[in-house]
């Protein structure tokens, strides 16, 4: 990898140049939104993926946990309204 600032060659896991002192960021951690909705589609791809790159990309592992609480939750959601759907059918039926 190469520095913006000064196009010196540097680490790939740097977060700033050893030369000039400016932050490189981390070119790898996009911030993608597509991480969201694998998360969502696939919850146990997601809760995976966070904790495997937590550390090494905290915001692509963010969107992916999101994600997949956010399908859960909405599972749950779901689940509960059917089941007090099917107990109100029956109740009117009794």
């Known amino acids: 990898m190469f520095c913006k600032n000064c ?3 540097i680490p790939d896991n740097s977060v ?4 000039c002192g400016a932050s ?10 597509g991480y969201f909705f694998l998360g969502c589609c696939i919850p ?3 809760i995976i993926l966070y904790f495997v790159w937590k550390d090494q990309k905290p915001k692509n592992a963010k969107k ?3 994600g997949a609480l956010v399908s859960i939750g909405a599972g749950v ?3 509960l ?3 007090l759907l099917i107990v109100g059918i029956m109740l009117n039926f009794a």
Do not use: E, H, M, R
């Open 44 to 46: 146990v791809a997601g």
């Open 24 to 33: 490189v960021g981390n070119p790898i951690d996009t911030d993608n939104i």
């Open 64 to 66: 992916c946990i999101i």
């Open 81 to 83: 309204v059917y089941i």
């Open 7 to 9: 196009g010196k060659d």
């Open 77 to 79: 959601i779901f689940y």
């Open 16 to 19: 700033t140049c050893q030369n």
